[in-house]
Nanobody, 119 residues
Framework: QVQLVESGGKLVQAGGSLRLSCAAS????????MGWFRQAPGKERELVAAISWSGISTSYADSVKGRFTISRDNAKNTVYLLMNSLKPEDTAVYYCAARWTAKTMYDYWGQGTQVTVSA
């Protein structure tokens, strides 16, 4: 099994920046693709950013493209989400998740970290 723990969420002002971290433990492997999701109250969980096991391929939701950057450091078993130019609509609980490259569904999830952006 893989355990994921997010950190870095906090209250920030609009226009500010945050870097979220996700530390993996257990049966870690560079063969895992990683993703960041977020969920606001009353809304469905949505995929924000994803990165392949190789780190070469990345993808972003249109709402965050150009502002957020996902990266990974396999030596540290850690993935990051750098968030710039934050907006109030970015307020949500952010989750990291892991899946095997060949699968479409994510198998492992962190507990989430709260990000609140004030106007």
């Amino acid at each position: 099994q893989v355990q994921l723990v997010e950190s870095g969420g906090k209250l920030v002002q609009a226009g500010g920046s945050l870097r979220l971290s996700c530390a993996a433990s257990g049966r870690t492997s560079s063969s895992y693709a990683m993703g960041w999701f977020r969920q606001a109250p009353g809304k469905e969980r949505e995929l924000v950013a994803a990165i392949s096991w190789s780190g070469i391929s990345t993808s972003y939701a249109d709402s965050v493209k150009g502002r957020f950057t996902i990266s990974r450091d396999n030596a540290k078993n850690t993935v990051y989400l750098l968030m710039n130019s934050l907006k109030p609509e970015d307020t949500a609980v952010y989750y990291c998740a892991a899946r095997w490259t060949a699968k479409t569904m994510y198998d492992y999830w962190g507990q989430g970290t709260q990000v609140t952006v004030s106007a």
